[in-house]
């Protein structure tokens, strides 16, 4: 067995979705991964992970559309002390997932036709990401 554990920096331009597919299966091409497990991690509660539709970019649109409606900003929170944006980017990140595992076979992650991993920002400003990824295999 083998194991590699990295951490990137991702910068967001601002709220919506950050495709890490590309950098994921370059990542496991140089940790010369065979078959596995691929898990990525974000240490924040305020972005997360997701592996959705990576052609038609309506889907993002859409799914940012209602993740706004299920946690709005115009509700009257009680946790405010980080501006009007950061208690919805709480809900958002509770609603999606912090974490992923991906299986992978001959090296590659296992993606559906349509699917990529993104990192998704909830915050209205740019932000430096940490992502933690780990591959567990041979």
């Not at 990542?27 to 305020?46: I, K, M, N, R």
């Amino acid at each position: 067995m083998r194991q590699k554990t990295e951490a990137w920096t991702v910068a967001t331009p601002g709220p919506g979705f950050v495709d890490l597919t590309a950098r994921a299966k370059a990542w496991l091409t140089d940790a010369g991964a065979g078959e596995g497990l691929f898990t990525v991690y974000v240490p924040h509660t305020s972005c997360s992970l997701t592996i959705q539709e990576n052609t038609d970019p309506d889907v993002l649109d859409d799914l940012a559309d209602a993740l706004a409606r299920a946690a709005p900003r115009e509700h009257s929170y009680r946790h405010n002390l980080e501006g009007p944006d950061d208690m919805p980017a709480h809900i958002k990140t509770m609603l999606t997932q912090s974490s992923i595992s991906i299986p992978v076979l001959s090296g590659k992650p296992v993606f559906g036709t349509w699917q990529a991993l993104y990192l998704i920002e909830h915050r209205d400003s740019p932000h430096r990401r940490r992502v933690v990824v780990n591959y567990l295999g041979t």
